[in-house]
Nanobody
Framework: QVQLVESGGGLVQAGGSLRLACAAS??????YGWFRQAPGKEREFVAT???????AYADSVKDRFTISRDNAKNTVYLQMNSLKPEDTAVYYC????????????????WGQGTQVTVSS
């Protein structure tokens, strides 16, 4: 059975850092993405990484967040630095057997989400 399990969320003060991890099991994936959703807002793209290690980021997190992957562990990471209160959201990882994308509907599998709260 395919599973994606996120970890690493929590409460942090503005300016602090967190590292999220998403461990995949059940199959091998070509691409991963990170998305987030705050209460009352639509789910938005954060970052993606493909098999070639090509990456893309939302403008709101560019130069602060870094996505990476460890193929030996079937795990994708999101290093979040210089966190701001507006980064507060539930963060979801997603996986695809095909290509990286900024579109949520291009991913076949999703994790359950992990809460990130940034205090001002």
């Amino acid at each position: 059975q395919v599973q994606l399990v996120e970890s690493g969320g929590g409460l942090v003060q503005a300016g602090g850092s967190l590292r999220l991890a998403c461990a995949a099991s059940g199959r091998t994936f070509s691409a991963y993405g990170w998305f987030r959703q705050a209460p009352g807002k639509e789910r938005e793209f954060v970052a993606t990484i493909g098999a070639s290690v090509t990456t893309a980021y939302a403008d709101s997190v560019k130069d602060r967040f870094t996505i990476s992957r460890d193929n030996a562990k079937n795990t994708v990471y999101l290093q979040m630095n210089s966190l701001k209160p507006e980064d507060t959201a539930v963060y979801y990882c997603a996986a695809s057997a095909l290509f990286p994308s900024v579109r949520a509907n291009r991913y076949e599998y999703w994790g359950q989400g992990t809460q990130v709260t940034v205090s001002s």
